[in-house]
């Protein structure tokens, strides 16, 4: 983490806007209306540094964090996180020690820990509380509604263990046309019945993510679990509803993506460039070196096809991009020099490539081209 672009020994960069983060978790607060919520920090914030990230919300006012893992969880803390966390994938073969020692909270999908969750609970001292997870048709991680009663029965055998939440996971809440939110929504709705017929309130049920509080689904919940949205991004609502497409562009991607041409040559018509030689000239061209490359986050599957932002132009990306650099074609944009920034990812004054651009083209999703930003790639935090 750097304090300032002209610092770096190597150009290439990734600005991160708390201001834009701090609009966004407003924008999110207004849409979750009395329902409590939980800020999703895993795999690295998608992206954006875990420690800046939580800081910043932590301040902000989010009631929960939600971690994939207990190493990403405990880096929360160690970033000096005091709020209570979620292991949305639960505990695979960690210690059950690491519970009590970092203060987290666990998803359970099974009977197959609670035992050794117990017996912890009894070596602390203290209770170990934990939210159950009911696979409604993710197909994941979760119990399947006909193991519920069972599950109950068990829980209730043992002593130490506190079950204060709820939760599923839904699979494609973006779709407002299929029937499957529907579906999930009716098997979550029935699986909570069973829950307080057994005489157990769950302090914390959740069901909606990023998509859905855009979507405006509607579940009994108290609390949103929300990732994407806070980094400015989230799936296309699919169907007829305009007030969620409005939701939607309130947001405001966080992160630019920013690298310097570091090298400029001119070249005659037919010359290959890159590995293969997958790209020959077809004129006299001006070739721009910008020291970015697959190992940063800048997918090879951009070769040939890509584009950057140089002076507030579209510059195309030639030739194959290979692990550390890549080429640009910057003949029609007049002007350009050693130094010059580039956007692979942001904007300028009439430029923009975002996210979801890049996804389309890869035929993936926004937050896997976020996520892929790489260690390597110094993360710069403006106000």
């Not at 999110?28 to 409590?36: H, N, P, Q, S, Y």
């Not at 993510?209 to 919940?221: I, T």
Request: hydrophobic share 40%; glycine share 8%; charged share 25%.
């Amino acid at each position: 983490m750097s304090n300032h672009a002209d610092k770096l020994l190597r150009p290439t960069w990734a600005e991160i806007s708390l201001s834009k983060l701090r609009r966004n978790y407003e924008r999110v607060r207004e849409l979750a209306g009395a329902r409590k919520v939980m800020a999703v920090i895993k795999a690295d914030a998608y992206g954006h540094g875990a420690a800046p990230i939580s800081k910043c919300l932590a301040q902000c006012g989010v009631d929960w964090f939600g971690a994939a893992t207990v190493e990403e969880a405990m880096e929360l803390r160690e970033a000096g996180i005091e709020h209570p966390i979620l292991l949305l994938g639960g505990l695979y073969m960690s210690d059950p020690a690491h519970l009590a020692e970092f203060r987290l909270t666990p998803v359970v999908s099974s009977t197959a820990r609670l035992d050794t969750y117990a017996e912890c609970a009894r070596r602390e001292g203290k209770p170990i509380e934990f939210h159950l997870k009911l696979d409604t048709g993710m197909g994941r991680l979760g119990l399947p509604p006909d193991r519920l009663a069972s599950f109950l029965a068990h829980y209730r055998e043992l002593e130490g263990l506190r079950l204060t939440g709820f939760l599923t996971h839904l699979a494609s809440a973006e779709d407002l046309i299929a029937s499957q939110n529907e579906d999930q929504a009716a098997r979550f709705k029935a699986g909570l019945k069973i829950l307080m017929k057994a005489g157990i309130e769950p302090e914390w049920i959740h069901v909606s993510n990023s998509a859905a509080l855009v979507a405006g689904l509607k579940f009994p919940e108290n609390l949103v679990r929300v990732g994407a949205l806070f980094s400015g991004y989230c799936l296309p609502v699919i169907g007829p509803v305009p007030n969620s497409t409005k939701a939607a562009d309130q947001f405001e991607p966080i992160l630019t993506f920013k690298s310097r041409v570091v090298y400029l040559k001119d070249v005659p018509s037919s010359t290959p460039l890159g590995y293969g030689a997958a790209f020959h000239t077809r004129r006299m061209s001006r070739i721009a070196t910008v020291p970015v490359g697959y190992a940063d986050g800048l997918s090879r599957g951009l070769s040939n096809r890509g584009r950057a932002i140089v002076r507030d132009r579209y510059a195309r990306i030639v030739g194959n991009v290979s692990m550390d650099l890549t080429l640009l074609d910057v003949t029609d944009i007049p002007g350009v020099d050693i130094g010059d920034e580039v956007i692979l990812l942001g904007r300028s004054e009439h430029c923009s490539i975002s996210a979801l651009e890049i996804a389309q083209q890869l035929g993936t999703v926004p937050y896997e081209v976020l996520s892929s930003v790489g260690k390597r790639v110094p993360r710069i935090y403006i106000e």
